[in-house]
């Protein structure tokens, strides 16, 4: 037991309260939670580029940046996708391009541990497109080796196939920002090449064509030779566009991107489409002094994290050091909190909980977003992930939202923000049911986004770019109306219907925004239950041997990011405590009071540290499976007190 542990195991109830001091402590005076986003370095490495690309690169903050990058090389060269992951090619390329910028010299021995993974994975060829694109932006790689993005997809009707409607509102806005950058080819030198990075003549796919034949993981490419030959015509058009045709194409997406900026100067609230919406205004002529271009940069600090000597205990350096967050997550991590301590028995009445309230209900989305060009009668109302961003607000959030509400005002009937509050809920149902897809499940930000020829466009070779129903959304949704009465309306029995349908054979969920089968397992029997399926129905009772069988002997529960790709780490991997949580919250809801769920109890006491929170270093979010995962920091600590405040209530 590692000395920042308890040096004894408390009482599950001085546990709880101890967690509990803890998450209060976090808490902003304005009434909000918000917990650190930990991703990849490929947010500081594109960072430290997009300041280049505009001239606004300054040395002490290169300095800064290029410290937290080498504080995350691994021992064997290499950066990954999360801890614990194996080397990843395309992050540990943009990660040496940084390190170079910063003055790292190729001869420098971690330079050259670096050097030699990518060569032994391919080199530069064998990244993903989005790399490529870096590269090509500073003549390190040609641009006609680049697949085709004509500006003039944006052009396209909502109902024509590949139109920007039918990506996923991350990679929607992604694109259309790229296209106007690809529309320029620009080119900024940069003093250094990569030579050293490439690998001998012949093993890079020849004319550049086979790097990008790779298909989306998990998917059967039944147009990719068609749309690899459309490619083809599309380059041909990008050398010579119809002048009109490119000049209205350029017009257009220049406006759409000027329309979406939101009011923290960012695009989305998340970082793709906030950098290449920088750098395509930039090639459109927009100055750094330009009122949106400054406040797109002074956005950007907002998601920085200064730090010092490893302050947060991330494992950044001794000394000065500087990341960027890929997003934050105050409504999700408020309405988690609230939660968390409504499970411990705080009411609606406690101060801090009076706070939340009234921040949340003055964080309602009450405007029509891009959602509406799939439902447009339907009025709007919601919430999004972000501080600031109302163009996208997403069904998770907005039924953990009302979950949250509807707690604290069941207890709290004085609250001030009371009348607003139920004004605000009664909106949001009505928005959520309107974002039902047609087969009964709930995708997160869009209704009807599953056309999955998207997914093989040769351009698009990293991430997810359709928003289909998922199991976990779809559980919330279906929380979220039983706790309103309507667990036995056509909605929530379609979506019932659909889960229902989701389950995989051995008895758990996929996790779409969680890792993976724990998390989407974790969502789905308390959702079910909640709505009255009973406990003793075959389907309970398979999630429940599935949950027993994954157990750790430890108590514990993990699952590592690899089980998107490999079928044998499904559940398995080191224990974590959000991890542990969410097993034991699906227990809890399937009435257990067995001897898996004391050792899962006893494993989150035993492990709490003294100032009453967890150690997880463990990368339990998901962004894009296969691609992109998320360590919310506060995950560790939101999740285990629901479950310590379920289980010790339900044991007496």
Request: proline residues 6%; hydrophobic residues 45%; charged residues 20%.
């Amino acid at each position: 037991m590692n000395t920042t542990t308890v040096e004894a195991p408390s009482t599950g109830r001085v546990a709880l309260e101890l967690a509990c001091e803890h998450l209060l402590s976090l808490q902003d005076p304005s009434g909000f939670w918000r917990g650190e986003l930990q991703t990849n370095v490929t947010m500081d490495a594109e960072d430290m580029l997009l300041r280049e690309f505009l001239g606004v690169r300054r040395a002490e903050e290169t300095a800064r940046s290029a410290a937290w990058i080498r504080s995350q090389q691994r021992a064997d060269g290499t950066w990954a996708n999360f801890h614990g992951g194996p080397g990843e090619l395309s992050t540990t390329i943009e990660a040496y391009c940084a390190l170079r910028l910063a003055g790292d010299q190729a001869a420098d021995e971690h330079m050259q541990a670096a050097a030699r993974f990518i060569r032994a994975e391919g080199g530069i060829p064998a990244a993903r497109v989005f790399t490529h694109l870096w590269l090509a932006l500073f003549g390190l790689w040609s641009w006609d080796r680049v697949p085709a993005l004509p500006p003039e997809v944006i052009l396209l009707p909502s109902w024509a196939p590949l139109n920007v409607y039918a990506f996923a509102c991350w990679a929607r806005q992604t694109i259309v920002a790229v296209s106007l950058v690809k529309a320029h080819r620009p080119v900024r030198p940069l003093p250094f090449d990569l030579d050293e990075l490439h690998v001998a003549a012949g093993l890079d796919g020849g004319d550049g064509q086979a790097e990008h034949a790779r298909a989306p993981r998990g998917t059967v490419p039944r147009w990719g030779s068609w749309l690899t030959r459309l490619d083809r015509v599309a380059r041909l058009y990008e050398r010579r566009p119809i002048a009109p045709l490119r000049r209205l194409a350029i017009a257009r997406a220049e406006r759409w991107i000027v329309r979406r900026q939101e009011a923290d100067g960012s695009w989305g609230g998340i970082q793709p489409p906030w950098v290449y919406s920088l750098m395509a205004l930039s090639l459109c002529g927009y100055p750094v002094e330009h009122p949106i271009i400054k406040r797109g940069l002074e956005g950007l600090e907002g998601f920085t994290i200064e730090d010092r000597d490893d302050s947060h205990g991330v494992g950044a350096p001794a000394g000065a050091s500087r990341r960027l967050e890929a997003c934050q997550s105050p409504v999700w991590d408020t309405a988690m909190a609230m939660l968390a301590l409504s499970d411990a028995g705080r009411s609606g009445s406690d101060p801090a909980i009076e706070r939340a309230v009234e921040w949340l209900v003055g964080e309602e989305v009450t405007v029509a977003g891009d959602w509406s060009v799939r439902r447009p009668g339907l009025a709007p109302g919601g919430w999004a992930f972000e501080f600031a961003n109302v163009n996208y607000p997403d069904v998770d959030d907005t039924v953990e939202v009302v979950l949250a509400l509807r707690r604290a005002l069941a207890t709290n009937a004085t609250a001030a923000a009371s009348a607003r509050a139920e004004q605000a809920i009664t909106r949001a149902l009505r928005w959520v049911e309107g974002m039902q897809s047609a087969g009964g499940g709930w995708g997160a930000f869009d209704a009807e986004n599953t056309h999955s020829l998207v997914r093989e466009i040769p351009f698009l070779d990293f991430g997810e770019v359709i928003d289909e129903p998922s199991a976990d959304v779809t559980a919330h949704a279906v929380e979220m109306l039983a706790a309103m009465g309507l667990a036995n309306a056509p909605t929530a029995r379609r979506a019932i219907e659909w889960l229902l349908a989701e389950q995989e054979p051995g008895g758990s969920w996929f996790g779409r925004w969680g890792v993976n089968h724990v998390y989407g397992t974790g969502a789905a029997l308390p959702a079910l239950i909640s709505a009255g399926v009973d406990r003793s129905e075959e389907c309970i009772r398979r999630a429940v041997r599935w949950l027993e069988q994954h157990q750790n002997a430890d108590g514990g529960w993990g699952e590592d990011p690899r089980s998107y790709d490999d079928p044998e780490w499904i559940g398995r991997g080191p224990s974590t405590a959000s991890q542990t949580a969410w097993a034991l919250l699906a227990l809890h809801a399937a009435g257990e009071r067995s001897q898996a769920v004391s050792r899962g109890v006893q494993w989150l006491i035993a492990s709490q540290r003294a100032d009453g929170c967890w150690d997880e270093p463990q990368y339990t979010g998901t962004g894009f499976p296969s691609d992109y995962y998320i360590n919310y920091h506060l995950y560790r600590l939101a999740f285990p007190i629901m479950a310590l405040g379920r289980c010790l209530t339900a044991a007496g």
